[in-house]
């Protein structure tokens, strides 16, 4: 019997780079051919289970190159590419090309950045890139936070804190089922699903939110939102937390956070911004006074995965005082020899969040800041905007389309048939499944892929650019593709009505 360890899981140096480099020059020639590629090939499930086969776990390994060149297959060849120019639909960015590497690189050291024992530098990149987050988007150097996944999880994170730190000090001990306040939490009806997520799964329950209203602006209505607090004060309820939304998943509204921030003041509320697609608009200049009122947040949701084009996943919690992260979820077990060193000020990011062990998610986000710096960021962002304002524009100039609401970069219209007339209830609801079967055409055709939004009842299509590759002409041919598709989807319902 051998003495040495089975080395079947290494690879040697020179083959390593061998591998590496031709993953790489693959790589190199996906990026510079994205846009002569299908946004999608719109293959089904099925489709995509044949290619892979259904042979079990191989009994034996196959070779390491043999193995990486069919997963690059297969993922350049069978893949919805959202670093496309005509990528339009969800808030997923164009992947930084640099920040890719970033992560390479990540993986290879693999720390574990749970505790600062774990992971020394990593944990100081990581805090260095929480404060440049926080400083980007305008607050002071006192804010605190981690890196997540995603939005969902910097909001649940903030989420379960404002649950401590306003709610009865004997929940912990206790529990919500023995407790004898009900607790209560006040959105937008915009707001994101995370919300019904996080009253559901921290026990609050979905009879907790209040939805709030809209008004003309698509945002909160601040008055709405007074007087529903006070009518459940009134009512024995116990109000904790205020969410505004910086920039709403369905039209990119921001809510008027000054005027909810001082609504919280009053009734000392914990006030939580979900800005996890539109605060980095926040840089610009021009923009200053929309996002009026951040600074005064308790905690902010911020995803670096979408607007500032970072790879996934990154999301990012920040918080005014990173005491109550540590009060809602640091503990410290016997086996953890994880303390920290007051002379160093060490920081432990296991007490930050539900994570223990934890990637290293900030190289990434932290590479690219530093590669494109704040005024990149502005041009970026502002480039951004100006083609959403411009495919809003051709929409609202076109015979065949309805421009229907235009905010930060998100712009949502309709195709409406020619000579068509859109007043009648039947011709509403026929619009809507116009356009809903358009969207679902468009988003497997592969030429673009769009979104959809529902505004004021109206089922539209939704363009969400978060995409330093697409250019006007990519906006010119999304208006040009959706006119003639959608003549072709409205032939053929209408040939099904009268068949």
Request: hydrophobic share 40%.
């Amino acid at each position: 019997m051998s003495k040495g360890r089975t080395r079947v899981i290494q690879i040697p140096g020179q083959e390593f780079k061998k591998i590496g480099y031709r993953l790489i020059d693959q790589i190199a020639g996906f990026l510079d051919t994205i846009d002569q590629r299908p946004v999608t090939t719109g293959e089904n499930a099925i489709q995509l289970q044949q290619l892979l086969g259904n042979d079990g776990l191989p009994e034996y390994g196959i070779a390491p190159d043999k193995v990486l060149s069919r997963a690059t297959e297969l993922l350049f060849g069978h893949s919805l590419l959202n670093g496309h120019p005509k990528f339009a639909g969800y808030i997923t960015s164009a992947p930084a090309p640099l920040g890719a590497l970033a992560d390479l690189l990540a993986a290879i050291v693999n720390p574990n950045v749970g505790a600062n024992i774990l992971s020394p530098m990593a944990t100081a990149i990581e805090r260095q890139t929480i404060q440049w987050l926080a400083e980007f988007i305008g607050l002071p150097a006192t804010y605190g936070g981690l890196l997540v996944s995603g939005g969902n999880m910097a909001n649940f994170t903030a989420f379960l804190a404002a649950r401590t730190v306003k709610a009865p000090q004997s929940i912990k001990e206790e529990g919500i089922s023995n407790s004898s306040m009900k607790l209560t939490v006040y959105c937008p009806a915009s707001t994101h699903t995370w919300i019904e997520k996080a009253v559901v799964l921290f026990g609050l329950g979905l009879r907790a939110i209040r939805w709030i209203a809209l008004n003309g602006s698509n945002q909160m209505d601040n008055n709405k939102l007074e007087q529903t607090i006070t009518e459940d004060l009134l009512n024995g309820y116990r109000p904790v937390m205020v969410i505004g939304t910086a920039g709403d998943v369905s039209t990119g509204a921001v809510d008027d956070l000054k005027g909810i921030a001082a609504i919280c003041r009053k009734y000392d509320l914990w006030f939580h911004i979900d800005g996890a697609y539109g605060i980095p608009a926040s840089v610009l200049p021009e923009l200053k006074n929309l996002f009026e009122g951040v600074e005064e947040a308790d905690s902010i949701a911020l995803d670096p995965h979408k607007w500032l084009y970072s790879p996934l996943e990154a999301g990012c919690i920040l918080v005014k005082n990173p005491g109550h992260l540590t009060a809602t979820y640091s503990s410290h077990p016997v086996y953890y020899n994880f303390s920290n060193d007051a002379e160093t000020a060490a920081l432990n990011y296991y007490e930050y969040g539900f994570q223990n062990s934890r990637g290293f998610r900030a190289l990434k986000v932290w590479t690219v800041l530093q590669q494109v710096g704040r005024m990149g960021y502005v041009s970026l962002i502002g480039e951004d905007i100006a083609l959403s304002k411009l495919l809003f524009s051709l929409a609202a100039a076109h015979t065949e389309l309805e421009a229907v609401s235009q905010h930060l970069s998100i712009a949502t219209f309709r195709y409406i048939p020619k000579g068509y007339q859109a007043g009648s209830a039947d011709h509403q609801i026929y619009l809507n499944q116009l356009n809903e079967a358009l969207l679902n055409k468009l988003q497997v055709g592969g030429q673009l892929f769009l979104s959809n939004a529902i505004v004021n009842k109206k089922y539209c299509l939704r363009s969400c650019i978060v995409n330093f590759r697409s250019a006007e002409k990519d906006i010119r041919d999304i208006i040009k593709i959706v006119v003639i598709e959608g003549r072709l989807v409205h032939q053929s319902l209408t040939r099904k009505r009268k068949t």
